[in-house]
């Protein structure tokens, strides 16, 4: 225990001002749920006014939700922090100096998997950013997902190099990484029990203080910085692994012409003490910031912290296998279509596939890494007409985004199902024939939201993820 940075921090007093770096998905949340306790005084939201993402700026400071997804009482709460004076977005990175607590909810994608080499750029960015303006005794926190072994090794060399100061005995440190899914936001923050890494004991008690307002069933569980990192990273990588182990079952009951979903009925079925059959659903593929490579976190720890691993000679990472699992379901998809165009007699060059749902989660606007974006470049490649419809993803770079239904569907020779949004579900066979002008048109769901029997008697050709019963 440092007793400077303890002493130092005594003076200073209670967390009252609270500093969080990056307006997306898990930092307009958590800079609101701050803002919204009686525990803190202020909050600010630290944006960059570029062209791209600037005008989030003026639409929270005017109360606006910028995400447009289903998020349940995330824009009543944006207004109502905002009209109480309690939370404020800026781009002017000098406030960080007014803060007791930092945190920073940056995206840390892959430039390439095989290298396992991070783009960690706007992270550093941000890093240094606070390192720059941060006053002593301030807690900084990282909340994005990192490789074990960033917040001890890089994250600190960057904030002493920056701040003159020393991490542990003028400024305090931690790792506390977010656990929210895309439509529930607010609650997962909430309601889950928050990991706490401190780079010392002094750290992670302040960052304890920070988080112990906002949680209403949650609880903390203290750790190690590094211990916190793993944590986060392994998590997604198991649940990465789950879903993997589900799409490769799928695969096996097409071959062998049953329906997964009695098998996964039949499996999850045995209940009893001391059994655990934890299956999930397989699908078209997997999306999103986290589970597409956070594998890829994990795997480069071994290496940044140098650690000797024993596992078998030359055997792949079931991690990493499990992720390249994951990434082939757009392609079965792509397999898939192609099967059902040469049963119907259609060339790929005179086709045209609609796909329903950009977004990679239900009633979400969320595109990130989407699964549908690979089978989109497939069809393209083979010649295929493309059109993209989704209700809630409003653009997205190089991708035309359609939101009427009925031109999309329009002359359609294919409908690939991608996200299992509400509205897809209400679509009739008949609707969607209609629209389609085609006496046989191909529908191949992704998300297994569509009855095939009904589907099929209207005169679909029909495939689906895990139906060898059907396909």
Known sequence: MSEKLKSILDKKGPIRKIGVIGMGYVGIPAAVLFADSDKFDLVYGFQRDSKTSGY???????????????????????????????FRCTSDFSKISECDAVTL?????????????????????????????????TLVVLESTITPGTTNGMARQILEEESGMKAGEDFALAHAPERVMVGRLLQNIREHDRCVGGIDDVSTQRAVELYSPVLTKGKIIPMTATAAEVTKTAENTFRDLQ???ANQLALYCEAMGINFYDVRAGIDSLKGEGITRAILWPGAGVGGHCLTKDTYH???GIKTLEGKLDYPEGKE????????????????????TLDALA????????????????????????????PAELYRDLMLEAGILVDVHDPYVLDYPGVEIGHDINSILKNADVIAIFAGHDAYVEYSPEFIKGLSGQEHPVIVDGRNIIEPDAFIKAGFIYKGIGRGDKN
């Open 317 to 336: 990472s079931i991690f990493v296998l499990a992720r390249q699992v994951n990434d082939f379901m757009p392609r079965h998809m792509f397999n898939l």
């Open 105 to 137: 909810a940056i995206q840390t994608p892959f430039k390439d998997p095989k290298d396992l080499i991070p783009d960690f750029s706007a992270l550093i960015e941000g890093i240094r950013l606070v390192g720059q303006n941060m006053s002593e005794g």
């Open 56 to 86: 989030k700026i003026d639409m929270l400071n005017r109360g606006e939700s910028p995400l447009k997804g289903e998020e349940p009482g995330l824009e009543d709460f944006i207004k109502k922090v905002v009209q109480a004076n309690k």
């Open 243 to 245: 879903i993997a182990a």
């Open 298 to 300: 994990l795997e480069r």
């Open 343 to 370: 049963s119907v007699g259609k060339k790929t060059c005179d086709s045209k596939v609609a796909i329903l749902g950009w977004a990679f989660l239900k009633n979400s606007d969320d595109a990130r890494n989407t």
